[in-house]
């Protein structure tokens, strides 16, 4: 029996590989590990979509996606300095991009540094002024603020863009509540919970604003 020799059996693996080859790869790569850490943040396993971002971000730092979906994850863990971090490259690549302005925002609402919120805020807004979710973000900024009518301006508009737009009618209630005027704070909580009747929050505050109607209807 004749034996085939071995360099020309593996012939076919020797060929030399080029850059466009090599490119071509790593594309494929990065859109595979891109898949599996947006599927990862879909099911809730946050620290692994983390270090698959970062497996793209070695290859790829300037991917503006992995960026953003990276600084969604940190979020969601609520480390909420890495996630502003991440925001921040991801806005060197593209200073634009208005979709991370506005989660960097809501990351600095959630670290309680509501003036540099409203800041970006304003920025998006002054691109955009019909984004409803920048005009909730910047209510709840100016409610910290102490900024009540300016806050109740942005919600309401935000309703006037879209009526069922449950977080401005909850948040929008929460306004009236700590003004004490709780007959529109009910109604607001009512309409978000018309529109969806497992709003927590608002079944919450609701309960406690028809509470404090009823003690001063006593006091009377």
């Known amino acids: 029996m004749r034996v085939q020799r071995a360099s020309s059996a593996r012939a076919v693996d020797m060929k030399p590989r080029t850059k466009r080859a090599d490119a071509q790869r790593g594309l494929k790569d990065d859109k595979y590990f891109l898949a599996a850490a947006d599927e990862l943040f879909r099911q809730g396993k ?78 998006v807004l002054t691109a955009d002024c019909t984004n409803k979710e920048a005009l909730n973000a910047r209510a709840l900024a100016e409610f910290h603020l102490g900024l009540d009518n300016e806050g109740m301006q942005d919600l309401r508009r935000a309703i006037e863009i879209d ?37 927590y929050d608002a079944l919450l505050l609701k309960d406690m604003a028809a509470e404090r109607r009823e003690k001063r209807a006593r006091r009377a």
């Open 46 to 123: 946050f620290n692994q979509a983390v270090a698959y971002y970062d497996t793209v971000l070695e290859k790829a730092p300037n991917n503006l996606r992995a960026l953003h979906n990276k600084g969604l994850a940190l979020f969601a863990l609520n480390k909420f300095d890495k996630s502003i971090e991440c925001y921040d490259k991801a806005l060197e690549v593209q200073p634009q991009a208005l979709h991370v302005k506005l989660k960097k925002a809501i990351s600095l609402n959630s670290k309680r540094d509501f003036e540099r919120a409203k800041d970006v805020l304003d920025s």
């Open 163 to 199: 009526s069922t737009y449950v977080m401005a009618w909850n948040n929008l209630g929460c306004f009236y509540l700590g003004l004490g005027e709780l007959d529109a704070a009910v109604a607001c909580f009512d309409r978000a919970l018309t529109i969806d009747p497992e709003c």
